[in-house]
């Protein structure tokens, strides 16, 4: 199992962007889709935002629909969360992963995590 590579992570005011990006250490991702998941303390791990390998299927969470945006490199090897108008309750850690369906909603693959990036929105 992998761990991925998050980087992106910064203070920033409310209102403001950011674009984190996930990467591999592999030549690809091993898997078929990917996610997004964000942690803050004292809380369960939530699933943010979901694509597949071709783009075609994304998912998003009640908290970041319209505001965020999941996409990928087209070869696999990167996926991006643009993220816009960031509120304070999107200060997490964020972390990537591969993801699977479960019913209606999108869980994480596998129990490896990298480090994670660190998110603060100030205001």
């Known amino acids: 199992q992998v761990r991925h590579i998050e980087s992106g992570g910064k203070l920033v005011q409310v209102g403001e962007t950011l674009r984190l990006t996930c990467g591999t250490p592999?030549?690809?991702?091993?898997?078929?889709?990917m996610g997004w998941f964000r942690q803050t303390p004292g809380k369960e791990r939530e699933t943010v935002a979901v694509?597949?390998?071709?783009?075609?299927?994304?998912y998003y969470s009640d908290s970041v629909v319209g505001r965020f945006t999941i996409s990928t490199d087209g070869a696999w090897k990167a996926v991006y969360l643009q993220m816009n108008n960031l509120k304070p309750e999107d200060t997490a850690v964020y972390y990537c992963?591969?993801?699977?369906?479960?019913?209606?909603?999108?869980?994480?693959?596998?129990?490896?995590w990298g480090q994670g990036t660190q998110v603060t929105v100030d205001g």
């Open positions: 694509i597949n390998f071709s783009g075609d299927t994304t």
């Open positions: 992963n591969t993801a699977r369906r479960d019913g209606s909603n999108w869980r994480p693959n596998s129990d490896v």
């Open positions: 592999e030549r690809t991702f091993s898997w078929s889709t």
